[in-house]
Structures are given as C-alpha cells and as structure tokens.
C-alpha cells in the first residue's frame, strides 16, 4: 500500500534540526519555526480524518456477466464530498472464485478531486466460469506531503458471474433427421412453414396470398384482411446435458473446459437454428432443470441461471433422471458433456438412449477405461483444441454402438 516511512524518517530530521535551531538560536523566528514543525503532524491528521468521513466508496461492474479468459472492466467508484482534495489513494482489492477458492490480488494508486466523483477501471481477467466475489479489502488515502496515512476499512463486495468464452465452430454439426416416421410436434420460431396444425403467425395481406390462409373471423372484425402463416415442423433436435460434478474432484480446468465444451456446441447449433435444450441437475432440488434454447440471449441467460447453482457436488441423479423423461428421448441427438464418467455407466447410457444419437464429451480420459477411447461416440476434449476435437460431430451419421 502506501509508504510513508522515509517521509517519516525526512521529518523526524527536520524535528531534530529545528528543536537544535530553537535552543541555538534564540528569537521568535526559531520558536515559530519548531511551532510550525510540531503542529504539521496535527494539522495533517485533522484534514485526514475529515477527509475520512467525506468519502463514499463503491464497486460496480458496467456489465451483467464477464467471459472467461477476456480482459473485464470492475469500477472503483470513489465520491469525495469534502473540499479537499487526495494527493494518493490506494485501494487493494481480492477477485475470489466461490467455485475453486482461487484469489486474485489487485493494488491501485490514485488521486481523487474534491468535491467530485472519481472512477477508476480496473482491468482484470477472471480464469474460471462460475461465480467470483470481488471485495475491497482495503482503502488507504494520505496527506500532502505523504508522512502520515489513514486506513479506511468499508467492506465493500459485488458477485459477477463468468461464462464461458466460447470457441466458434466453422463447420456444421451433423444432427441426424428424426428417425422415426411420427410428425415433428415442436416448430420453428425462426421461420415459417406449410403444417396447418400449428399457426406461426398471424400478418396483414399482401397481393399474391392464397385465399385459404385468410383468417376470416379475425377480418370480419376488423376493417383490415389477416392472413394465417402457419408453422415450419422441426426434424432436427439436440439435447445437451451439462453435468458439472465434483464428485470425483476433478481439477478446475477440466470443469472449464467441460462447460467451454457445451457453450461452444450450443453456439454452433442455436447459428445452425436447430433447436437446443440443455439440461442440467439442480443442486437443490435434486431435480433435473432445462432450458430451450433458440438464440444466443436465451443461451447466456441458460448459463447463468446454471452457473449461479455452482458448484454440485454430486450429479449422480442426472443420467437417472434423463433416462425417464421423454422429451429427451424424442429428440435426434443427444450430447452429454462431463469431466468425469464412470466406466459402468457407458453400456447403461447407449442402451438407455438408443433411439438416439447419444455422444460423451468428456475432458478428462483418465476417467475411462482405455478401450472406452475406440468407442466413436465418445469424444475427448482439450480446452486448447475444443474446434478440433467436436469436429468429429461434423461428420458423424449414424452410430449406434
């Protein structure tokens, strides 16, 4: 923080001097002078503790949620209600991981205006996804002529929330066609389409619209003629299923890249506007949460709500749960992404989801056995090649093991 020792040390000097000058010396001027000396100090520590109860000090953060890995800005704000000013202010400020514990240290020096708000960014890097408390641990301002320093101890904290960066995928993900015969039941909110059964929307007529899609009773009301768009059936689904455990403990960076994993197959889908939801245990609950996802907006609110519940530690129930629900089952394909997998439940899995496209992405090969690796539906992944290894998924058909 602040050092103040060798203005201390200079002044202790200039005591010394000016205690020697007054008995040396006699006369007003030397009296006045070590007056002057001896009152300094006082005079200093009257305008600190003035200046101490005129300063309101916050944090703030001039977003909702950070990206991992990317530089973000937290706002030291700092109002000075009084008329002086602060040479030197220093605050030193903790980034703390509720998810792993990990601390970040940060120290800043800078002056602050009188009577005037003073705002200073901070530029940090978070490292891990979940949620991070950032808390001033300690404001520290000083005089003039920096001898003397006056700790102000306002516990100030904030939680942000860290997504996932993402890594863009270019390519197209194969999610195989509905395998069955039966009518699609879920629809596009993206396009229209020709199913009479479902109505996208409903707009104005323009010259050139089929008389049948006319919604009669809607125009009769209205001195204006409505037409029916009805709706575009779906044949490609994906269900994602996040299991972000610490049952077996497994290391930060491979939870990381577990759910850098997930966001980044999210992102490719919800671009290739093929509908997803995710899936994930609720730590509460016990229950099995999900959330359909159709943009970019909805998958970041999906995170989080899913990051906020951090950390499980045990998702034993997820697969369980997932097995029993039959809108997991109607969907084509069917990725489970995890840092740990029990070698037992590989068989039960492929059985369980065979009328799907069931796929392990995992970021941790030590826990699978080593045969486990032949097995193409399983994909190994490395935060530094995630492009790379979910790559297979572009050209997978069908595969059922």
Request: glycine share 2%.
């Amino acid at each position: 923080m602040i050092q103040t020792f060798y203005m201390k040390f200079t002044y202790a000097i200039i005591l010394i001097v000016a205690l020697l000058f007054s008995v040396l010396y006699s006369g007003e001027f030397s009296i006045l002078f070590l007056c002057i000396i001896i009152m300094l100090p006082i005079f200093l520590k009257t305008i600190l503790l003035y200046i101490r109860f005129r300063l309101n000090i916050s944090i703030k953060t001039p977003v909702v949620s950070y990206y991992r890995n990317k530089p973000q800005t937290v706002q030291l704000v700092i109002e000075n209600k009084c008329i002086f000013p602060i040479s030197k202010a220093a605050a030193k400020l903790t980034c703390s991981s509720v998810v792993t514990g990990e601390q970040i240290p940060i120290a800043v020096t800078f002056p602050v205006s009188a009577k005037n708000v003073t705002i200073v960014e901070l530029t940090i890097t978070i490292p891990h996804c979940g949620l991070t408390e950032i808390k001033l641990n300690r404001f520290e301002i000083t005089d003039y002529i920096r001898l003397l320093k006056k700790s102000i101890r306002k516990t100030q904290s904030i939680s942000v929330l860290t997504l996932p960066s993402g890594t863009e995928l270019n390519y197209k993900i194969h999610v195989p066609c509905s395998v069955t015969d039966e009518e699609s039941n879920v629809y596009s909110k993206l396009h229209s389409g020709d199913d009479p059964s479902e109505i996208y929307r409903i707009r104005e007529y323009h010259p050139g619209d089929m008389p049948k899609r006319i919604h009669w009773k809607l125009s009769s009301r209205t001195d204006t003629m409505w037409v029916k768009e009805y709706s575009l059936p779906i044949k490609q689904r994906a269900a994602i299923l996040i299991d972000y455990s610490n049952a077996s403990n497994p290391s930060a960076d491979l939870m990381d890249s577990t759910l850098e994993a997930a966001y980044s197959l999210s992102m490719a889908l919800v671009k290739q506007e093929v509908p997803v939801v995710i899936y994930w245990l609720s730590e509460k609950s016990q229950k099995l949460v999900w959330n359909d996802i159709h943009s970019i907006s909805e998958l970041n609110d999906c995170f989080t709500i899913l990051l906020s519940n951090l950390p499980v530690e045990d998702s034993k129930e997820l697969l369980t749960q997932a097995s029993d629900l039959l809108a997991i089952h109607s969907t084509n394909a069917i990725y489970y992404c995890t840092p740990n997998f029990a070698v037992n439940e590989i068989e039960r899995c492929f059985k369980t989801f065979y009328n799907n496209h069931f796929y392990i992405i995992t970021s941790n090969p030590s826990s699978l056995s080593q045969n486990s690796s032949e097995n193409k539906n399983i994909i190994f992944i490395r935060e530094e090649s995630i492009s790379e290894n979910l790559k297979k998924l572009s050209t997978m058909e069908v595969i059922r093991e």
